[in-house]
């Protein structure tokens, strides 16, 4: 069964995109056929694996599209990366629009599900990289996959606004998806040296309990620079701890003991 895993959070600058290309990349290394979902406006996950759009459709169209789906229309949407394993549906500016313009649309919730459904069964994982809100698009996001991967900034007020992501997880799985389920929260930008980290560490493992991933992110400079020469950490310094730390990751998710 292939694990469709939305990586969410409503706020910006949590390590949504970097966990979603870095994950993505470390699965694909280890050889499981993943598909990256770029669900992002800002396109930075399409950016962070090296993926140039020109005249490629992309989830904008994908999302927008009225003719019922084939398997061989949805491959159209699906672009390879520089790495055997992994591929993706980019996104652009464009999506931004499909905010406003699904708002008209009959079963508007339920668009990047049927889309998926076409697809999934190729895959081993397919990782979605929600945008940094809470509307349509990430409503889309959350009723197609299969759980949810919350990641989670190891700074002051980092558990704000969770209440509110769990709340629209809870009413989606009452109203699209009952299956959905929390995958875990993921530790990012962790400082080991800083109380800070040390008191964000605890309090979310106080209020996930269980549910929080052993692999904890640390905050270093080369998964910041990795995007700008659009590679994944593992392709840029694999011997870097954040690239290790995402290998560990994916270790998790994929059910390796360490
Ligand atoms: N572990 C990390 N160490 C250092 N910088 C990071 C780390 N994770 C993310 N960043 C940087 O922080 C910024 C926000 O991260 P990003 O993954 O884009 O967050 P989001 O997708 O949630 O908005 C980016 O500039 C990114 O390069
Ligand atoms: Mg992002």
């Known amino acids: 069964m ?75 949407y699906i672009m390879k990366t520089q790495l055997p394993f992994l591929d993706i549906v980019p996104a652009t500016h464009h999506l931004a629009g499909a905010e406003i313009e699904l708002v008209n649309c009959v079963s ?18 397919i990782l979605i990289d929600a945008p940094p809100s809470l509307g349509l698009l990430t409503l889309n996001v959350l009723v197609g996959a299969k759980s949810v991967l919350i990641p989670i900034q190891c700074e002051y007020y980092a558990l704000q606004g969770l209440a509110e992501l769990l ?13 959905l389920q929390i995958e875990g929260a993921l530790l990012t930008m962790h400082q080991s040296s800083t109380v800070l980290s040390k ?25 910041a620079e990795a995007p700008s020469y659009g590679k994944p950490i593992l392709l840029y310094d694999i011997a870097t701890p954040g690239a290790v730390a995402y290998m560990k990751l994916a270790q998790e998710i994929m059910g390796i003991k360490q």
């Open 2 to 76: 292939t694990r469709i895993i939305a990586i969410c959070n409503q706020k910006g600058g949590v390590g949504k995109t970097t966990t979603a290309v870095n994950l993505s990349a470390a699965l694909s290394m280890a050889e499981r056929r993943t598909l990256l979902i770029d669900a992002d406006p800002q396109g930075n996950a399409t950016q962070g694996v090296g993926v140039t759009v020109g005249d490629e459709p992309t989830l904008y169209e994908a999302l927008l599209e009225e003719t019922p789906w084939t398997p061989e229309a949805a491959s159209g």
């Open 108 to 125: 508007r919730e339920t668009r990047l599900r049927e889309f998926l459904k076409m697809i999934a069964q190729r895959y081993d994982y």
């Open 167 to 179: 709340n629209t997880i809870r009413l989606t799985q009452q109203s699209f998806n009952a299956e």
């Open 199 to 223: 008191q964000v560490v605890e309090e979310v493992r106080n209020s996930f309990q269980e549910k929080v991933f052993h692999s904890v992110i640390p905050r270093t400079i080369k998964l």
